[in-house]
């Protein structure tokens, strides 16, 4: 035992902590989602991709998603983190007016982003975290607003800046970290670059700096994999990156103007967000049947106008108090101005009808739980949450999407079937017995501590009249060490 047992026995103990600790981390799985702003299903085709290549050839990558109405980025981005339709949700637009809380929320608003009133459902990190898992978010609409009276464990706050590689490497190293940190490991990370949709918003899709930028995104790719390789997380991690709409080109000889057909002053809230225009008319007699006539004959060839509970029922956009009583939608490639001083011409946009395909995201994913060089039919961007909880090992909240709608995706050992039931019942049952079994292992230990301690206190006796005994050494017992005169003070 050496001459200080207590010391030996403690490094002892926390090595089995520390060796089970590590067990249990190794087998959690992880899971990281990328988003990459309005990447168009397409894109990959548009120029050689070798690192999105590395995720297609060694993982799953699906022909496009489906996103939301309205294929906008607030909306979108919240739909893949709850599994909800707008309406469930309530993030109906970038911006938009509640009626019961006389508020308009409003991207770059910090008073009403950062409020959680306004977050429906329950986001993947708020599932993970009250299920027991760690999250951290670089980056995604609704994590710095308090949902369900949770924030991720980790987040960053959103600050706008200008494109570079050293910061989009800074925001991968930080988000690897988090994935590897021995006190702290987050079993989820989410993280987000606002590329290709502003490139495509300025020059338009099919422009060569849409495709320059395509090459940047697949250069931080490239950089992510490297990254993941090197710390050793390649069989531990999942990689989901996709998107939250696409893009498609504008045109300014195609715009109506709002002035020209109605009298504004009649609404109470007009919002207007160029593709789409949120109408909340002022109460009074006949006023809403007045403006719907007069908005709908503007251009109906370009322009669909919905009194709200005409809303085709397959946007899903219709049971949400924030959805106006009128809702107009352009065609794609239409624009709508409110007057003659609006200047918002872009050469690209999204919003539109969601089932055109220039609105459609892509996907890619890798990992353990995955297929390898598969390609998937298209499915819709709610089935996304049911698939991370499922990686995860945790209980989806009530959604609009199903793990059935993506469980092609997965490699046979982790299709959710009654085989796979078992295995994970398995993997429960072998959990629990590998904790049981360190107790016990913690248990016996401690025993024999205290009695190796009980009989070092004994021994100590027994020695402190040795020098006055008639013992002799071959008297002591045999199998302990020579009593040394170095091993009492
Ligand atoms: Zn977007």
């Not at 017995?433 to 292992?441: K, P």
Request: proline residues 5%; hydrophobic residues 35%.
């Amino acid at each position: 035992m050496g001459r200080n047992p207590q010391i030996f026995v403690k490094t002892f103990l926390y090595a089995i902590l520390i060796i089970f600790q590590l067990a249990v981390c190794e087998h959690t799985p992880k899971l990281l989602l990328i988003s990459f702003d309005g990447f168009r299903w397409d894109y990959l085709s548009k120029t050689d991709t070798p690192n999105f290549d590395r995720i297609t050839n060694n993982g799953v990558r699906a022909k496009w998603i489906k996103d939301s109405f309205t294929s906008l980025t607030f909306p979108n981005h919240y739909t893949i983190a709850t599994g909800l339709y707008e309406e469930s949700h309530g993030i109906v637009a970038n911006i938009f007016y509640d009626p019961v809380f006389n508020e308009t929320f409003q991207i770059g608003n910090e008073t009403t982003v950062l409020d959680g009133k306004f977050w429906g459902g329950e986001p993947i990190w708020v599932t993970n975290q009250l299920q027991g898992g760690r999250t951290g978010v670089y980056y995604w609409p609704g994590s710095e607003a308090e949902i369900k009276g949770v924030r991720p464990n980790i987040y960053e706050k959103y600050i706008k800046q200008e494109v570079s590689m050293a910061l989009w490497r800074n925001r991968t190293d930080t988000v690897i970290e988090w994935l590897t940190d021995p006190e702290n490991v987050v079993d989820l990370a989410l993280l987000y670059f606002k590329e290709p949709d502003h490139t495509g918003h300025i020059y338009g899709p099919e422009s060569p700096e849409v495709v320059q930028m395509i090459q940047q995104c697949d250069n931080i790719t490239g950089y992510i994999l490297d990254q993941i390789e090197e710390h050793g997380l390649s069989n531990l991690l999942n990689i989901i990156i996709t998107s939250d709409h696409g893009m498609t080109g504008m045109n300014r000889s195609r715009f109506i103007t709002l002035d020209d057909h109605i009298d504004t002053h009649q609404t109470k809230h007009l919002i207007n967000y160029i593709v789409g225009t949120s109408v909340w008319p002022k109460s009074g007699e006949n006023i809403t049947e007045e403006l719907y006539k007069n908005l709908s004959s503007i251009d109906p060839e370009h322009v669909q106008v919905w009194m709200k509970k005409d809303i085709p029922p397959e946007y899903h956009y219709a049971n949400n108090r924030r959805i106006a009583p009128i809702l107009m939608s352009a065609n794609e490639g239409w624009g709508i101005k409110e007057n003659w001083n609006d200047t918002h011409y872009l050469l690209g946009r999204h919003g539109f009808n969601n089932s055109k395909m220039d609105m459609h995201p892509f996907f890619v994913a890798t990992g353990p739980v995955f297929k390898k060089g598969f390609i998937s039919e298209p499915f819709e961007n709610v089935n996304i949450y049911s698939l991370m909880c499922h990686i995860l090992g945790i209980n989806p909240a009530p959604n609009n999407g199903s793990l059935d709608a993506v469980k092609q995706l997965l490699a046979d050992e982790y299709i959710p079937d009654e085989e796979y039931k078992y295995t994970q019942l398995q993997f429960t049952i072998a959990k629990w017995a590998g904790i049981c079994f360190g107790a016990i292992i913690v248990i016996v230990l401690l025993i024999y501590v205290i009695k190796e301690l009980k009989m070092n206190s004994q021994m100590r006796k027994e020695v402190s009249g040795f020098s006055n005994s008639n013992l002799t050494y071959s008297e002591r017992d045999e199998n302990r060490e020579p009593l040394l005169s170095t091993d009492f003070p």
